[in-house]
C-alpha cells in the first residue's frame, strides 16, 4: 500500500489500553481478587549452598487457617527452567533447578510453602516449618568460583562450568586480519547486573478445579509458560490455562517464570486460588535479573583508511546459582556485533560459570548494551590512532544493505544509520564541540557518539511463530485475537492500527482480545522486539485475507470484477465508480443475517513463521559536564536517532525511546546491584538502596526517527522496543574522554571511578 494512501498507520493514536489504565479499571495480578483467594508465602533458604536434609511442616500444617503446605515431598523431582523460551531452541537450555530442591544455591532458595486465610496467618506457617540443613562453601564470583577447590555448585558441571569456553559467530583469519590492521584497541572489561525495577512485584494467582489449572502471570510469553507448568504438573497442555492481565513489570523479567509453579503448587494442594505476591525485597533476590554479571575481553584493528578489520571478543557470564538465560545471553551479546561494522574477521567465544547468588534472566536489550558499551568505546579509540572523526568513521565502516546480518544466514534489508548520524550530529552540536574541552574551572565538556544496529524478532536462531484471527461481527466491527505479552508496551493499539489500514475501517472499530490461552493461537510472545515485525506480519496476513472475503461477496451483490473494489473509509466500492458501493457493515450483516440459506461469519486466520531479517539502526549521541574535582558526571544533552522503517504509531515509537533512555543511562551510570561477598544476598534489595535515574536526574534529550521503510516488514516497520537503551553507556564514556582524556572500562560511571581515572592519569 502506498504511503500516500495510508489513513490509519502512520497516526499518533491513543494506546488500546490507554482509558482502563488512566481510570484504575486496568486488572494486574496483584489488584485480582477471587473468592476464597488463600495468600501464599515461601519459607527460603537462609544459607547460599546447602544439602536439604529434612523438612518437617506437620506444626505448620496444624495451624489454624493453613489450607495448604508444600515442600519437596509433594512433587516427583523433574528437572526444569524458569526460562521458557528453551522450546525455541531444537536442544533447548539447560534444566538444572528442581521444584522444592534437595539442594539449595543460593539465599532465597525455595524449600516450601505455605496457603493460608490471610496473611499473618502464612508468616506464621512459616515460622513453623522445621528445616535441617548441611551447610556447604559457597562462591560468589567468576574469580572464586574458577579457583581451584572451589566447591561444586552442580554435580554435571565440573569446576562450575556448564559452558566452556566455546567460540562463536567466528569467520575469516581474525589473526591475519589483525596483522594487517594499521590500528588496534583492546581492553578488559566489566559490566553489572540491571533490575528491572518494575512497580508490580512478581506476583501470580493459580486456581485448580475440575482437574483444570488457571494461572494468572505477568509472563511475556504466555504460550510456553502453560507448556512448562503442564510439564511441571503432569498435565496435558489442555488442561492448563495462562491468562495475562496487565503486567507492571516487563522488561525481560516476564520471559522467565519466576513465582507462577509456587502458586500453581499451592493451588492444586489446596483445590483453592492462591495468589503468591513478592515482598520488593524478595523481588530482587529471587526475580532474575539482567543476564550476568560479565567480563569481556575485546580487541578491534582498522585499516590506516578505516577499513574494519577483524574483532576478537572473549565473554565470561557470571551464569548465578541457575543457567536461565546466562549461556544465551553470553551468545546475544557477540551475536550483536555482527551488524554493525564491515569486519573481514571475527573471532568471538562464550563461557559461563555457576556461583551461588541469584541467576540470569533478561533485560532490554538482552547482552547488547553489555557488547556495545565495549565495542563503541574501542571504535572511538582506533579512530583517534588513525585520525578520523567517529562520525565519519561510523558512516564509512558500518555494513550496507545485502550485507551480513546479525546472524548467520541473514542479510541486511534496510539501513537508515547515516541518516541517524548526520541528524544527531547536527543536534548534538558536534563539529562545534567535539575536541574543544569546553567548559569553566574544574568542569569540562565534551561529546560522544555510539551507533547499534539490532533485531526484529530472533529468527533465524530461534523458532519464531505467530498467529492472527479477525472475527467480524453484524456491524461491521472486528475482534483481533493476538497473543503478545500485556506490559504496556503498546503493541495492541498497533496491531489494531495495521488491522484497520487493511480492512478500510476506523481503528475504533478493532477491538484486540489477548491476554488468554485458552482462546488465543499460539505465540511465541513477547521478546527480541518482535511484536510489530513478527506479530504484525500474522495481523496483515489475516487482515488481507479477511479482506479478500468481504471483496468476493460484495462483487457477487455489485455484479463488478473482485479486482476492481477497495474496502475503504468503511466502504467497499469501485476504485474508478465511488457511486458503486456498499457499507462494509451491510456487506457483513448480510453474510450473518442471509435468508437465503448463504450464511456466513468472517473469520480470518493467518500464521506466519518470519524469516527475514529487518534490523533498526540508531545513532545516540551525548554531551556531558565532569567534574573533575568529584568525578560526577552530568549528561547535558542525549539524542536519540532511531531508524523505525516506519513508525505505524510515532508516539508510541518515540515513548520506546524516551523510557529506554531512562533505563540506559541508569546502566551507565548508576545501576549497580550490590551482591553480598559473604552471602550472596542482594544488599541493594529495595528502592532505597538501589539508585534508579529519576525525574531529576533526566537530561534534556529527543527521541527522533528515520522512516526510509524495510521491504520486508509490515508497512515498512521495523522494530523499537529494546533499541533505546544500548548506546548511553558508550556514548556518555566517549564523551567523557573528549571532556577529561580519560577512559573507563567498567560498568557503572560511576564519579568514584570517574575521579580514580583522572587521578591515575
Partial sequence: MATQDLRVVGQRLPLAEAYEKVTGRAEYCSTIR???????????????????????????????????????????????????????????????????????????????????????????????????????????????????????????????????????????????????????????????????????????IADFKGGRLTVWSQIQLPHMAKRMLAYLFDLPESRVRLLNPYAGCGFGAGTDMCVEPYAAALAVKAKAPVKVWYSRAEDFNNRLTREHVAKISMKLGVGKDGSPKALSAVYQGDAGSYMAKTASGCGVALASNITEYDFAAMDQAITAIYTNHIGGGAMRGFGGPQSSFCRETLVDEVCEQIGMDPVEFRM????????????????????????????????????DKRGKKLGDGAKKRGVGTAIMAWLSGAQP????????????????????????????????????????????????????????????????????SRGVYCIGKAVVAASEKAREIFLARAAE??????????????????????????????????????????????VAHATVEPSDFAPPWQAGFAEVEVDTETGVVEVVKWVTVHDIGRAINPMVVEGQLEGATVQGLGFALCEDPVISGTDGYMVTDNFDRYKLISSVDTPDHEALIVELGDPTGPFGAKSVGESGMFLQAPAIANAIYDAVGVRIRDLPLTPERVLAALQAK
Wanted: with cysteine; proline share 6%.
Fill in 34 to 204: 477471587l473468592p476464597g483467594m488463600l495468600v501464599g508465602k515461601i519459607l527460603r533458604s537462609p544459607h547460599p549452598h546447602a544439602k536439604v536434609l529434612s523438612v518437617d511442616t506437620s506444626k505448620a500444617e496444624a495451624l489454624a487457617g493453613v489450607r495448604a503446605v508444600v515442600s519437596g515431598k509433594d512433587f516427583t523431582p523433574k528437572p526444569y527452567t524458569w526460562n521458557v523460551m528453551t522450546y525455541q531452541l531444537p536442544g533447548g537450555e539447560i534444566n538444572d533447578m528442581v521444584l522444592f530442591g534437595d539442594k539449595v544455591r543460593q539465599v532465597g532458595d525455595a524449600v516450601a510453602a505455605v496457603a493460608a486465610v490471610d496473611e499473618p496467618t502464612a508468616k506464621k506457617a512459616l515460622e513453623l516449618i522445621e528445616v535441617q540443613y548441611e551447610v556447604l562453601p559457597a562462591v560468589f564470583t567468576i574469580d572464586e568460583a574458577s579457583a581451584e577447590g572451589a566447591p561444586t555448585i552442580h554435580d554435571f558441571a565440573p569446576n562450575n562450568v556448564p559452558v566452556p569456553v566455546t567460540p562463536v559467530f567466528g569467520y575469516g583469519d581474525a589473526e591475519q586480519m589483525f596483522a594487517e590492521s594499521a590500528a588496534i584497541a583492546g581492553a578488559d572489561f566489566t559490566t553489572t547486573k540491571q533490575i528491572q525495577a518494575g512497580l508490580e512485584n512478581a506476583c501470580s
Fill in 461 to 528: 536462531m530461534l523458532m519464531e511463530h505467530s498467529n492472527a484471527t479477525l472475527k467480524f461481527n453484524p456491524d461491521g466491527g472486528a475482534t483481533l485475537v493476538v497473543s503478545p505479552g500485556m506490559m504496556g508496551q503498546g503493541i495492541l493499539g498497533t496491531l489494531a492500527q495495521m488491522a484497520a489500514e487493511i480492512l478500510g475501517m476506523k481503528y475504533e472499530d478493532i477491538n484486540v482480545l489477548a491476554g488468554d490461552t485458552d482462546i488465543t493461537g499460539f505465540d511465541i510472545g513477547t521478546h527480541a
Fill in 396 to 431: 564509512k565502516a558500518h555494513r550496507k544493505v545485502g550485507g551480513l546480518g546479525w546472524f548467520p544466514g541473514t542479510a541486511i534489508s534496510s539501513c537508515g544509520v547515516d541518516e541517524c548520524l548526520r541528524i544527531g550530529a547536527e543536534r548534538i552540536g558536534w563539529a
Fill in 557 to 602: 451483490k455489485l455484479g463488478l470484477p473482485m479486482d476492481s473494489l477497495e474496502m475503504r473509509d468503511g466502504q467497499i466500492r469501485s476504485r474508478t465508480n465511488p457511486d458503486q458501493a456498499l457499507n462494509t457493515a451491510d456487506v457483513a450483516l448480510e453474510m450473518i443475517y442471509n435468508l437465503e440459506k448463504d450464511c456466513l461469519q468472517v
